[in-house]
Nanobody
Framework: QVYLVQSGGGAVQAGGSLTISCVAS????????MAWFRQDPGEEHEGLPV???????KIRDSVKSRFTISRDNAGVSAYLRMNNLKPEDTAMYYC??????????????????WGQGTQVTVSS
């Protein structure tokens, strides 16, 4: 079992930056793949960046120039850094973890463990 607790996020003006953190606990070494998703009401989760346990990353093209994912050396925490935020980035953001290898498909169905969600609001 893996437990994910998020912090950070909030409200920012367009052009600003935010970082969301995700701290994992539970089965040590089982978090092979971690990712960040966002979701608008009534929509599916949109995968953003994905990162495996050895530092491999893939970031969705639409946010590639502005969003980055990182993990600490122990693999306990993951971070989503968002720069040059736009009003259309407003959404609920979630970290996610899987005990399997990353498929790099940005699919929410790949991830069994989810954080509680963090609201990001970008005003124009």
């Amino acid at each position: 079992q893996v437990y994910l607790v998020q912090s950070g996020g909030g409200a920012v003006q367009a052009g600003g930056s935010l970082t969301i953190s995700c701290v994992a606990s539970g089965s040590t070494g089982s978090r092979s793949c971690m990712a960040w998703f966002r979701q608008d009401p009534g929509e599916e989760h949109e995968g953003l960046p994905v990162m495996d346990s050895i530092g491999g990353t893939k970031i969705r093209d639409s946010v590639k120039s502005r969003f980055t994912i990182s993990r600490d050396n122990a693999g306990v925490s993951a971070y989503l850094r968002m720069n040059n935020l736009k009003p259309e980035d407003t959404a609920m953001y979630y970290c996610a973890a899987s005990t399997r290898l990353c498929s790099w498909a940005f699919s929410e169905y790949e991830f069994a463990y989810w954080g509680q969600g963090t609201q990001v609001t970008v005003s124009s």
